[in-house]
């Protein structure tokens, strides 16, 4: 009789395991669901966002060519005279001939708002409000569920609640795909069919075991995978540890004076224009005699001239400016898999001229960026569907309204394994 409990023991205690996964999966899944239902809704407004503007706003964003365009300066000349009061926050330039030009801009009363201007003619086409359209509600919802309450955790500060509770989803939902793969890990020499292939004409549990635990098997990689990215942009393990480890470094550029502000200061509310790795990077200061040739002695250092000078550097594809801001300010030029300028994260640019020297203070892109920063660059656009061959939406037909959270790059695994 003992020996035949001695015998059972080890089937006991597998069997225990077993249910006590199995009762992690589900408490798992009954968190994590609801979420998951939510972050797929939000992430398809954010997606189609280009063709949705493209509609919405075609009254803006299309123009009928006329000649040689105005000069940039004139272009954001217009729309200062449109708003008096507001604030510059960057330009960026018609992509095609048929676009209308986009300055971004802040009122007096701290509202952030896209400005569009005629390139041809200098009208003023009219504005749209960021807080108003679909994208930037969509994002809020997807990043914090509009909660705007703060909590206090010991170790870690002060974090927004709504974006703790995504963060915690998403560690579940890593947990999810774990306790489903042993859940589902063939048993009792299981054959193909219920393990890579339903059984379908099974009845009862098995049939709608089957139908749940074999497609999830097949698609357990790409959960895990916007899972893991999702994380990188969340509070906690994204803000704490993943960006703080991958965050560009300042000393590439020791001879450079800079502020106190970093990169992540250009983005305006809710946007995430920066490339990731680039946040937390502080901003050069003007000024000084220190940086590298850039716009020609002489030559004065405007709107125009730092396109010109981009343009001739190999940036010949979508960016916006941002002009300096007072006396320290730097002009700082960006294109990104982030902003949806490129639709290959290997052609990142980023950079910082003097604003009364036009020397190039600082020159970012894909060779300067860490092993992490490059995974970043590429597995956020895939992320986001806006990555080359995955992208639904081509740069140079894109009509992007001048805000972040999202971003074109390239044919991920070739680009990244072959860079």
Known sequence: MNTAAQDNTPELS????????????????????????????????????????????RHLMFVSPQG??????????????????????????????????????TLKDGTAITAFVNPYTLEVLGSVKNSERWENIATEIHGTLLI??????????????GD????????????????GLY????????????????????????????????????????VLFFALTGLAWTGIWGDRYVQAWNTFPEQMWNDVPKSTQNLESLNRSGEKLI????????????????????????????????????????????????????????????????????TDARKDRT??????????????????????AKAMASGIALHMGTYGGWSLYHPGRAARCDRGNSGFAGEIYHDYYHS
């Open 14 to 57: 597998t069997n225990k395991f077993y249910l006590a996964v199995w009762r992690w999966h589900f408490y798992a899944g009954i968190y994590v669901i609801p979420f998951m239902i939510m972050l797929a809704l939000t992430g398809l407004v954010i997606l189609f966002t280009p063709q949705i503007e493209d509609i919405q706003y």
């Open 164 to 179: 703790l509770l995504i963060e915690i989803a998403a560690g579940l939902m890593v947990l999810l795909v774990i306790t």
């Open 183 to 222: 859940l589902w890990w063939p048993r009792n020499r299981q054959g193909v069919y219920g393990t890579l292939i339903p059984r379908f004409r099974a009845q009862g549990r098995t049939f709608w075991k089957d139908l749940h635990s074999v497609p999830m098997f097949w698609l357990s990689l790409i």
């Open 351 to 372: 950079l910082h001229l003097d604003q009364y020297s036009g020397k190039v203070l600082a020159d970012i892109g894909w060779n300067q960026y860490s092993l992490g």
């Open 148 to 161: 705007r309450q703060e909590v206090a955790l010991p170790l870690v500060g002060r974090v927004n609640l």
């Open 275 to 342: 490339p990731w790795n680039l946040e937390n990077t502080r901003l050069p200061v003007s000024g000084s005699m220190a940086g590298k040739d850039g716009i020609p002695a002489g030559t004065p250092v405007n709107l125009d001239t730092v396109i010109q000078y981009v343009r001739d550097n190999g940036v010949n594809y979508g960016f916006w400016v941002a002009p300096p801001r007072g006396v320290e300010g730097v002009w700082t030029v960006s294109a990104s898999s982030m902003s949806r300028d490129v």
């Open 68 to 105: 040689q365009p105005q000069p940039y300066s004139a272009q954001l000349e217009a729309a200062r005279r449109a708003f008096p009061q507001a604030t510059v926050d960057r330009f960026r330039p018609n992509s095609e001939p048929g676009r209308s030009s986009q300055v971004a801009l």
